[in-house]
């Protein structure tokens, strides 16, 4: 493996390490905040607000990571009655779908954030910030899943078999 591809797999790991940090943080925060409303009769103002943008963010940054460990839901019941070819075909079909949807993402999102950025577009809630610094990971997420669909169409057009997560066997 390259030196380019362990810094981005090093990249993809970062992202999904704060995804995992976003589920901490909503799942302490939203505790803290129910305690405190329940205690003491207060809240924490910004607690909702920030556990929708830590939302936005987990689902964004956990893509890659998920879709590179093979850890997405997949029904996969039909294509596992296939023959090794037709199988291969439907993983380069799928596959290449999803790089034109995470182009999509990139180039919409990108266009998107840009705008936001040069047009000084705020949100205003309980906390004030910049939209486009929500933006901004829909194009670097795009990307990311661009690469890493790419990498899948790649390997299986080397025939090397799919990256699946461990499945477990209901008995």
């Known amino acids: 493996m390259g030196a380019l591809a362990r810094i981005y797999d090093r990249l993809i790991e970062a992202a999904a390490v704060a995804a995992g940090l976003g589920i901490a943080y909503i799942a302490l925060g939203v505790s803290a905040d129910v305690a405190l409303r329940y205690f003491a009769g207060g809240t924490i103002k910004w607690m909702l607000e920030s556990s929708e943008y830590a939302l936005f963010g987990i689902a964004f940054l956990g893509a890659p990571w998920a879709l590179r460990e093979g850890a997405h839901t997949a029904v996969d019941l039909l294509v596992e ?72 169409i790649r390997a299986t057009l080397r025939g090397e078999p799919p990256a699946i997560a461990a499945r477990q066997s209901i008995a």
């Open 81 to 152: 009655t296939l023959p090794t070819g037709a199988k291969r075909h439907c993983a380069l079909a799928a596959n290449a779908i999803g790089l034109a949807t995470s182009a999509c993402l990139f180039w919409f999102g990108g266009i998107a954030a840009t705008q936001s950025r040069d047009l000084g577009t705020m949100i205003y809630k309980t906390v004030v910030l910049p939209e486009w610094w929500i933006l901004a990971l829909i194009p670097f997420c795009g990307a990311l899943l661009m690469i890493e669909f790419g990498r899948k």
